[in-house]
């Protein structure tokens, strides 16, 4: 009798040590490795795609329920997915909402509290940057935190708005305007809502709250009939990642880095980081898409009805695919690549400086923003340079296009609009890759390395154009269209 109970204690031992060994064969270490990503980076897109069964426990269960139910929901599952993904770190997240309901609280609709705000929020973020900085991209607890610190930012901005007179402030301003007090369970769920936590979109309080009090829907006393459009956007963010996944493998910026890059040909290191410029983007729209699947599930994404009394779902839109593909223009990659926060910097930053009465210096100082909010790194500043001096280049060559008979009629001649647009793309890409390059390459010597490879040709070839094009138009341009346009 001993000996075969102790026979079957040491089966299950050893039944036990051969399922351990197969758990941890299955470990998400391997998986990643498996599928050439970080373990970070699988927690990450496990955890967007966790959105969705939430989604739908929240549509099913929750919709029409108690807002503190609600509240207390996203608080508790978007704390969950911190901890998941980055452990007691979410620590950093928590005192910032605490110390932000805190400032709300004691200051008031004050510019004290916006200044307050704006000063110890972005300083935090700033100094989680310094203080876990690498020379690569990590998955870590700054990457929500710079998406906590744009919706904190704003959340005050608005709260302060909520205190002014309604003339004075915009159409725009009035949308936003906070005029309730919110509570600590509101400005969590806010902060933690799973469909935006950890990569965006922003959304404003105001919107948030009308979720939790189900006005977000297209169907009034029933669950919004978003699943079709929710699904659409997941599958066009598979397609994304799939193909992110399948051409990362080949196309890295390692290479960039490479000894083999540099010594091909000028023309092949151009087209690879066409190329490359291209496919990196592709993780961004990926995550995107299928994030705003999740917002246009839960009901977030509700934008009305259009003239046709037909639904639409674009309020978290961070991609307008089609634009993004198609549009040869860097103005139109600006405007159809992460909409929101382009739209937040607009509405809380650009047009609050309108006081300097110089647009170009505010938007010069919005991209200094944007770039700071990204890291603390050179390449970030040198990429928000870069698009600055692309945008006012791109500006100036459509306007002389216009402007200028010659051009204009040169450029209507139909049978060469597919060679313009080959042209227009092949630039338009060639140099959002060069712009790319200091981005995600981050320090000095790697993205100088690169740049001294391909002969500066990004910086070379929009600051002769800025130069050179005012004498251009002088050239073509005839005088009365000149004194047309001053007029």
Known sequence: MASAAEGDVGAAAELATVLRGGFQNLSLNKLATSL????????????????????????????????YLIHLFHAFTGLSIAYYNFGLQLYHSLLCVVLQFLILRLMGRTITAVLTTFCFQMAYLLAGYYYT??????????????????KLIGLVIDYYDGGKDQKSLSSEQQKYAIRGVPSLLEVAGFSYFYGAFLVGPQFSMNHYMKLVQGQLTDLPGKIPNSTVPALKRLSLGLVYL???????????????????YENRSFWFRCLYMLVWGKVVLYKYVACWLVTEGVCILTGLGFH???????????????????LFETDPRFTGTIASFNINTNAWVARYFFKRLKF???????????????????????????????????????????SLIQDSPALSSLASVRVLQPLYYLVQQTIHWLFMGYSMTAFCLFTWDKWLKVYKSVYFLGHV?????????????KALVPRKEKLKKME
């Open 36 to 67: 050439g990503a970080s373990e970070q980076a699988l927690r990450l897109i496990i955890s967007i795609f966790l959105g969705y069964p939430l989604a739908l426990f929240y549509r099913h269960y929750l919709f029409y329920k108690d807002s």
């Open 133 to 150: 900085a690498t020379g690569n991209y990590d998955i870590k607890w700054t990457m929500p935190h710079c998406v906590l610190t744009l």
């Open 242 to 260: 799939v193909g992110y996944t399948l051409l990362s493998q080949h196309i890295t910026e390692d290479y960039l880095l490479t000894d083999d």
């Open 304 to 322: 009305g009805l259009d003239e046709l009394g037909r639904a639409k779902w674009d309020t978290c839109a961070n991609m307008k695919v089609w």
């Open 356 to 398: 300097l009465g110089n647009k170009q210096l505010s938007q010069g100082l919005s991209l200094l923003f944007l770039s700071l909010w990204h890291g603390l790194h050179s390449g970030y500043l040198v990429c928000f340079q870069m698009e600055f001096l692309i945008v006012i280049v791109e500006r100036q060559a459509a």
């Open 461 to 473: 070839f929009f600051l002769s154009l800025l130069f050179t094009l005012p004498y251009v138009r």
